[in-house]
Structures are given as C-alpha cells and as structure tokens.
C-alpha cells in the first residue's frame, strides 16, 4: 500500500507508546514532513524534534495538519482531550486509538457521525521491531482503514487483525505480555544463582534459551507440547521440573493471572466511559 504515505500522520500524545509508533515510522522511510506530534511539555517537543525531525505542534494544530489521528494518551487522560479534540476532528478522517482498555465507542460519542475509528493494541517488543499488534475496526472503519493502520503498525513487527470483541483479551495475553517472560526470566535467573551460577552467566543463558526457544516455536510450527516432550527425557532431570512446576501450580496460575488482566482492561473502559 504505498499510497497510504501520500497521509500526514498525527501521534496526540508522544509518551512512550507514542514514540514508538513515531520511531517505526521514521525507520520505515515515513516522510518526516508527514509525521507530527504533540507533546505535554515543551522539553519533550524538542526531545522529539531533535530525535526524528518531525514537527510537534499544539493538539488543534496537529489534528489540522493530519489525515490519520492516532490518539496515544494515557486511558485517563483520553475523556478530557476528546472533549477538546473531538469536535475538531472532522468525519472524513481516520482516528486510530493506542489508549489500552478503551472501546472504540469511547471516541465515537465524541467525534462527528460517521469519522472512522480503529482500535490498535501493541506492544513494547516494537522498540526492536518486534512487536505484537492487534488491529480491530470500529463503527464506520473499513477494509480500508484497517489497512491503512497494518501500514503504519507493520514496521514495529507482526500485526493480526481481531474482532473488537478480543481485544482485552489481547491486552491481557500480548499487551502485558512481555512482562510475563521478564518476571519468568527474572526467577529462573534467582534460580541460576541459587544453584550456584554468577549472575551474569545465568542472565546469559536464560536469555539465549529464550530467544532459541522462541524462533524454534515460530519458525517449526510444531505445538509448544511437541516441543517440550522433544527436550523431556523419560525419568530425565527436565520431568523433575516440570513436575514441580505442575505440583506449584504455575500453568493454574497463568490463567488467573490472564484473567486478572482481561478484568482489568474492562475496568478501565468502564471507569473512563
């Protein structure tokens, strides 16, 4: 879709998800004149600016100079700027939302009948264009626009399209995702060291394993089952641990970990609506 660059693309809100979307952008040959921002302070405007040559401009100017908004504030924060915002942004453009929880209901009520919304949950693995992105169309988003969003979003990494209705399970499984493997890493590191290992050689291991252990898992496209039998000897040391792992509830507590997350992302659209 190269013609999708002939748009001038907004980030509302450059904090960290937001300087993500700006570096992907940048990395992929975006034309900077293209790409605007707007920031809370003045020292990170120019932090921007400096960073990738793009121009940081007030909220109402940026809306004005853009075709494709992506409103990348925190959920918190999102009521108070679509109420400023909302009105100005007319109906033939494309409001695309990074605000975790948030429907896309949320923006419609704002924004004039018809302006097309689509709704993007990434992740921070997009800092090594790696990332995870789920992309839902909203009341009047097209195949189009959901295009246009796989454009802006496929430098960071993968991108999947999903029904609205997934996406806090999304939010739970792959936006908090890399959490997950840093805590796991981080205890099988304590564990390295318990056993008698420095630190920075169970670092090391743990990390590589992870990293082989992903790519085998994507590129075999064996079931992760098949995978961990092929390493799980009978009477072996690998059963010992997982036995353990079994016995201490791990996969038990995944789910409700899983679960706490999903539930939270539905707070946080009910507290915000």
């Known amino acids: 879709m190269e013609g999708v660059r002939m748009y001038t693309v907004a980030v509302i809100g450059a904090g960290k998800i937001g300087e993500v979307l700006l570096s992907g952008l940048v990395k992929a040959g975006w034309p900077v004149d293209q790409i605007v921002a707007t920031a809370r302070r003045e020292e990170r405007a120019e932090q921007l600016r400096n960073r990738y040559g793009i121009r940081v401009l007030d909220n109402a100017e940026a809306v004005a100079a853009a075709d494709v908004v992506a409103i990348a504030v925190k959920p918190q924060d999102a009521g108070a700027l679509m ?104 205890a099988m590191t304590d564990a390295g060291i318990l056993l008698g290992l420095p630190r920075q050689v169970a670092h090391d291991l743990i990390v590589q394993t992870a990293i082989g252990s992903a790519i085998m898992l994507r590129d075999s496209g064996e079931h992760p089952v098949k995978l961990r039998e092929a390493v799980t000897s009978p009477a072996g040391t690998t059963i010992s641990a997982i036995r353990e792992l079994e016995n201490h509830g791990v996969r038990a507590a995944f789910l409700a970990a899983l679960e706490a997350a999903r539930d939270r992302a539905k707070e946080i659209a009910d507290q915000a609506s």
């Not at 090594?128 to 430098?155: C, K, N, Q, R, Y």
Request: aromatic share 8%.
């Open 83 to 186: 109420a400023e915002l909302g009105p100005q942004i007319p109906a033939g453009k494309l409001v695309i939302s990074l605000c975790a929880g948030l429907p896309t209901g949320f923006f419609t009520k704002w924004l004039a009948e018809g302006t097309p919304v689509v709704r993007v949950m990434t992740n921070t693995p997009a800092l090594v264009d790696e990332a995870m992105t789920a992309i839902s169309a909203g009341p009047h988003a097209t195949a189009h626009h959901l295009g246009i969003a796989e454009e802006l979003f496929s430098p960071l990494g993968r991108t999947i399209r999903v029904p609205e209705s997934q996406q806090d399970a999304v939010t739970a499984l792959s936006g908090s995702g890399p959490a997950y493997f840093y805590f796991l890493v981080e």
